[in-house]
């Protein structure tokens, strides 16, 4: 069993839907969950960085995590053309007495004018 | 923008040539990392380095080395590429427990 587990997708959904993306991970370990967009052929960029069970919000974007569950997920709001890109989840643990991140394979996002 | 440059952006290289990539950081970060990134497998940890000349191994870190002589550079070093190495190899830094990615150097080996 992989450690993140992320359904790739794709995902195409109209303008001003609301989209949910989900993580489940197995590892207790885990104690940071963050989420990252990544448009094409660009880095990834730092969305959302939540360390607690329960919601986050920042502006059209609420991250959740459900440490019981093992379960995160990223809602958006009025979604927009803009926001298609694909989205990682993240997790960090510590290893080797360093702070690692496990990845998510990514959700491809499309918002359809 | 987390002051973070690759070089090259692109490269296409042969099998068995030496590669180097570059990573340079602006802002003194005492962590470093290299991922590669490939359809199918997401992100996944090469090395990452603690502070100077401190470096360790991650996930798939065969083929590859490392080294960092100054606090701003980071370099991956592919001894002999293969084509198994062909793939998108992005440079991240560490601020507390958040982790900021360069833009990437795409790397084809023919």
């Known amino acids: 069993q992989k450690e993140v587990e992320q359904d790739p997708g794709p995902l195409s959904v109209p303008e001003g839907a609301i989209v949910s993306l989900n993580c489940t991970y197995s590892n207790s370990a885990f104690q940071y969950f963050m989420w990252y967009r990544q448009y094409s052929r660009k880095g990834p960029e730092l969305l959302m960085y939540t360390y607690s069970s329960g919601n986050k919000e920042d502006g059209r974007f609420t991250a959740q995590v459900d440490k019981s569950s093992k379960y995160i997920s990223l809602f958006i709001r009025d979604s927009q053309p803009s926001d298609s890109a694909t989205y990682l989840c993240?997790?960090?643990?510590?290893?080797?007495?360093?702070?690692?991140?496990?990845f998510g394979k990514g959700t491809k996002l499309t918002v359809n004018p | 923008d987390a002051g973070i440059t690759q070089s090259p952006r692109h490269k296409v290289t042969e099998t068995g040539t030496p590669v180097t990539l570059r990573c340079h950081q602006t802002e003194n970060h005492r962590y470093m990392y290299w991922y590669r990134q490939d359809p199918g497998h997401g992100l996944r940890l090469i090395h990452y380095?603690?502070?100077?000349?401190?470096?360790d191994k991650g996930e798939v870190s065969d083929g590859y080395s490392v080294s960092r002589s100054k606090t701003e550079d980071f370099l991956l070093t592919l001894e002999s590429a293969t084509s198994s190495q062909t793939s998108v190899y992005f440079c991240?830094?560490?601020?507390?427990?958040?982790?900021?990615f360069g833009p990437g150097t795409r790397l084809t080996v023919t």
């Open positions: 991240a830094i560490s601020t507390d427990r958040e982790q900021y």
């Open positions: 993240a997790m960090s643990k510590v290893q080797g007495g360093s702070e690692k991140l496990v």
């Open positions: 380095s603690y502070g100077v000349k401190d470096t």
